[in-house]
């Protein structure tokens, strides 16, 4: 599977962007999908997944109200729709086909990630 993210950017702090993932090479709609970060000397950490019919979604407390995570399989893509950004949401975004292990989230297949700057 190759996924390939965009959309990432330059925005000031309480803007909008949304992100996007497209999948080629794979089942995508038989996938859970799912969106993480790493902000600058910090580890990577799960912000959103979806299931395969995106009857389920699930967020990081630390987005939850502010972020939407979508997906449409007809175009095998899945987006990330961030409002209200925040200066501590500036990280490079990477999506990711995950899984739930019981306890964490994981990602099986990476995309290459995009950049997110959030101005003060």
């Known amino acids: 599977v190759q996924l390939q993210a965009s959309g990432g950017g330059l925005v000031q702090a309480g803007g909008s962007l949304r992100l996007s993932c497209a999948a080629s090479g794979g089942t995508f709609g038989t996938y859970f999908m799912g969106w993480f970060r790493q902000a600058p000397g910090k580890e990577r950490e799960f912000v959103a997944a979806?299931?395969?019919?995106?009857?389920?979604?699930w967020y990081s407390d630390s987005v939850k109200g502010r972020f939407t995570i979508s997906r449409d399989n007809a175009k095998n893509t899945v987006y990330l729709q961030m409002n209200s950004l925040k200066p501590e949401d500036t990280a490079v975004y990477y999506c990711a086909v995950v899984r739930w292990d019981g306890r964490i989230w994981s990602g099986r297949y990476w995309g290459q990630g995009t950049l997110v700057t959030v101005s003060s």
């Open positions: 979806i299931s395969t019919t995106g009857g389920n979604v």
